[in-house]
C-alpha cells in the first residue's frame, strides 16, 4: 500500500509541476529538467534484462537498457541496439555518426569529441565522405569510409561465448555441448589403463591380458637325437636336422704302428709319420766296444768318453 501511495504522489506531483526531483534537495531543480536525480548515496538503475529480452522489445530511439549477459548498458537507436561499452583493453579505434532524428547530426571522433551538424548543411558526396557548409567559411568534408567496423566476441567463463555484431546484435554460442572431453590413464596397479569417457564413465582395460592375446609364442626343443623341433606361434611344429651340421675330424695310429692317420671335416687323411717325428725330437746316446777292454761312450752333444773296463773284469780258472 505504501508503494502505491508513493507512485500516486509522483503522478500526482509530475502533472502539477510537469517537473520531477528525488533525492536530495528536492525543491532545487534546474528550469530545463524534466526528472532530476540527486543524491551522493544512492543510484539510477535502469532496466536489466537478457540479450533475447533486449532484442525483443523494439523501443524508441534513445532507449537505454543494461545487458546483464554483457554487463554493459545498451542504447537503441535506427532501428537496432549499439553497445555504450568501450573496451579499452582491445585498443580500438572507435567512431560514430548519429542521426538524432531532429534535423541533426552527431559526429563523435576517436576522442570522445562530439560534433553536431545540421543536416541542410550536409552533403552525401556519395563516395563515403560528407561535405559541411555551414555559409561561415569554406566547406569541411567528413570521410566517413573509414569508419571502423567493430565486433568482439567474449569468453563467459562458462562454456559460452557472447558475439557482437556490427550492428550491435548480440548472439550467445553455447559450446558446452560441443567439447569432448576424454581422459586414458594407466591405473595405480600397473596393470589396467583407465579410460574415462565424455560422460565421466570410467572403462577399465586389462593390459596383460591384451599382451597375452597379442604375444607371439614360439618354442625350440631338443631332441637328443641330433635333431631339434621349432614350433611357431601357430603351434606349427618343424623338424630341423642338424646332425649334418656338426664338424667331424678324427686321429688314429694306423695299423703300421709307425704313423698316425688324422681325417679332416671334408675326409681327407693326412698320415704324420712317427719315426721321422720321433728321430727329429729324440736324444742319441751310443756305446761302442773297442774289443780291446775299453768302450767309447758318445753322448747327445756327440762328444765321445773312454771308458777302461779291463781292470773290472775277474778271471777264474780251474
Known sequence: MKNVLILFTFLLSSSLFS???????PSAIDNNSILELES???????TRITTAQMNAIIPMNGAI???????????????????????????????????????SISYTNEE???????K???????????????????PLTLDISALE?????????????????????????DTNSAETVT???????????????????????DVSAIVANLEALTTLVDNNDGTLTYTDEDGNPTILDVANLETLTAIA?????????????DGVTTQLDLSTIVANLEALTTLVDNNDGTLTYTDEDGNPTILDVANLETLTAI
Open 65 to 103: 537498457i543494461y545487458n546483464t549477459e554483457e554487463d554493459c548498458l545498451y542504447q537503441y537507436n535506427n532501428s537496432s541496439w549499439t553497445s555504450l561499452c568501450v573496451d579499452v583493453m582491445a585498443n580500438e579505434t572507435i567512431t560514430a555518426l548519429i542521426d538524432n532524428n531532429d534535423g
Open 149 to 173: 567496423t567493430i565486433t568482439s566476441l567474449l569468453d563467459n567463463a562458462d562454456g559460452t561465448f557472447t558475439y557482437t555484431s556490427e550492428n550491435g546484435t548480440v548472439t550467445t554460442i
Open 253 to 265: 695310429l694306423n695299423p703300421d704302428n709307425t704313423n698316425i692317420d688324422y681325417t679332416d671335416e
Open 40 to 46: 551522493t548515496e544512492k543510484v539510477l538503475v535502469v
Open 120 to 138: 541542410s548543411a550536409l552533403t552525401d558526396n556519395g563516395d563515403g565522405t560528407f561535405t559541411f557548409n555551414s555559409g561561415n567559411g569554406a
Open 183 to 205: 581422459t586414458i590413464l594407466l591405473n595405480a596397479d600397473n596393470t589396467n589403463i583407465d579410460y574415462t569417457d565424455e560422460d565421466g564413465v570410467i572403462t577399465q582395460l
Open 112 to 118: 570522445g569529441t562530439v560534433t553536431t551538424i545540421i
Open 19 to 25: 517537473q520531477v526531483k528525488i533525492g536530495n534537495n
